[in-house]
């Protein structure tokens, strides 16, 4: 995830701000490891030479090299390539399937990202930056880009497909409900710049068309505030049971007892009071958008 969240700076466990409770990177997966050999073994089971493949897919011999090492995310179109070219009968395909949502996300991060692929309910409140889920690329690869420790092209990378597969829960998922408080000030910093900031704000106008989407601005002025303590992402199973979370700097806390997500929730709900309404936050984010 702030969320760069997922992580975040809206990390969400992906690194907008960074590692692990524990310090460092989102790691490898074991899972990304595992692809690599299986597809290794189909690539030498054709008798083609990395070189080879190359030429056939088509892909870089370092790219495949890294694929092979563990060392990089496969892209979906490089999946359907090899699959073609090698006949791997659905075995690469079914193990990229297990790759979702694992590369990418800081370790503390995953548990969050299991229950929230589930969940009936989702609600979310960012002061810091724009959650994960509404991101749009050159956001989100804005925040990453200023991320210290500095981050290498292939975490980089990794953490943008992480975060563009979560995203896909909006529309997958039309059931589940979400529900976005976002701090006006978000949209006025203008990250990444003039055009960056106008993308972002399309593409929120956009998401909130969605009937299981809600989009909230919490203005500028406003005497009375009940998030002031920070973050927060509340979170429905369909047991039913809540869970949530809450971000800082360098790690994530994981919060499964009843009372504190109860007083997670009177927060949560007095801020829905607070935000500007459906249509006035939406009115808003259509001024800003002309203003940028």
Known sequence: MTDGTDGTGSAEGTGGTGGSAG????????????????FKAFRRRAGLTQEEFAERVPYSVQTIAKIEQGRRFP?????????????????????????????????WFRQWARLEAEAVSLYTYEC???????????????????????????????????????????????????SFILEEHLFLRRTGGVEVTRELIDHVLELAQLRNVEVQVMPLVR????????????????????FAYNEAQRGGLFITDSKEISVLQRRYARMRSQALGLEDSLNLLQEMRGAS
């Not at 959650?131 to 990794?158: C, H, K, M, W």
């Not at 005497?223 to 809540?242: C, K, V």
């Open 23 to 38: 310090g460092g990177e989102p790691e490898v997966s074991d899972s990304l490891r595992t692809f690599g050999e299986v």
């Open 75 to 107: 892209q979906p179109d490089f999946v359907e390539r090899a699959e073609e070219v090698l006949d791997a009968f659905g075995a690469l395909k079914g193990a990229a399937r297990h790759l979702s949502r694992q590369p990418g996300l800081a370790s």
């Open 128 to 178: 810091r930056v724009l959650p994960g889920l509404l991101q749009t690329e050159a956001y989100a690869r804005t925040l990453f880009v200023n991320q210290l420790p500095p981050l290498s092209d292939e975490q980089i990378e990794a953490q943008w497909v992480a975060r563009r597969e979560r995203q896909r829960l909006l529309r997958e998922r039309p059931n589940t409900s979400f």
């Open 223 to 242: 005497t009375a505030h009940a998030g002031m303590a920070g973050p927060m992402q509340l979170l429905e199973t369909s047991a039913p049971r809540w």
